[in-house]
């Protein structure tokens, strides 16, 4: 009786060091994390069509940390979303406090028409909003197909280039670059890009990161 008690004693006594020392790695590991970096995006940043590792995001933050920055990035695609989701979805994800955003989104607005004004203010609303929390911003902006013709194409695309002068932020013209309509980055519906297509993606992104980065004076590991 008294071994057994003795063996209970033990194993609770090791459990406790166990649990201790993940609690210790956890502290340590948010403890190295200098930079938060949130990318609000739809399917195109979510990944859809390939494993989330495989997405720009993810691939952005390996990217970043084989350059040494102590750096998170935290993938809030959804498939399907438009530009109206952009500020209940921020809020929600405030709690993760990031340092950067990297707002994605307006590209379901174009496809389905919705009418630019109301695009635009989305857009602002949530550029002011974490202008307000301290979060810097890279703007990422869209292109459509040409037949939604030239008129609507050319108002799309320039709101985001107005936004961009408005709030003074950062800004990247196309997120597509290089892949857009190229069959072997994209997947057989040539709208979301293939594992191949999110690694050009995230090699033309890392730039303006690395240079926002630079400007906070983000920590290397």
């Not at 008690?5 to 340590?28: D, G, Y």
């Not at 857009?123 to 869209?142: D, E, F, H, P, W």
């Not at 293939?194 to 992104?205: F, P, R, S, T, W």
């Amino acid at each position: 009786m008294v071994d057994h008690t003795i063996k209970n004693m033990k194993r609770c006594f090791w459990l406790i060091v166990v649990f201790a020392l993940i609690s210790v790695s956890a502290q340590l590991t948010q403890a190295q994390v200098s930079t938060r970096v949130l990318v609000l995006g739809d399917s195109l940043t979510e990944g859809y069509g390939v494993a989330k590792a495989k997405a720009y995001p993810a691939l952005l933050e390996k990217s970043l940390h084989n350059k040494g920055y102590a750096i998170k990035v935290i993938n809030a695609g959804s498939s399907g979303s438009t530009s109206a989701s952009a500020v209940p979805r921020l809020k929600w994800h405030l709690q993760s406090k990031p340092d950067i955003l990297l707002l994605a989104l307006g590209g379901n607005d174009g496809l389905r028409g919705i009418k630019l004004e109301s695009t635009k203010k989305h857009l602002a609303t949530v550029i002011k909003l974490s202008q307000q929390q301290g979060i810097r911003v890279l703007l990422v902006g869209m292109q459509l197909p040409y037949n939604y013709g030239p008129s609507y194409r050319q108002s799309f695309q320039a709101l985001f280039y107005e936004l961009t002068e408005e709030f003074n932020i950062d800004f990247m013209p196309f997120l597509l670059k290089d892949v857009g309509g190229k069959i072997e980055l994209n997947l057989p519906d040539l709208i979301h890009p293939n594992e191949a297509g999110h690694q050009v993606i995230a090699q033309n992104l890392l730039p303006y990161l690395e240079n926002m980065l630079h400007d906070q004076g983000a920590k290397n590991q």
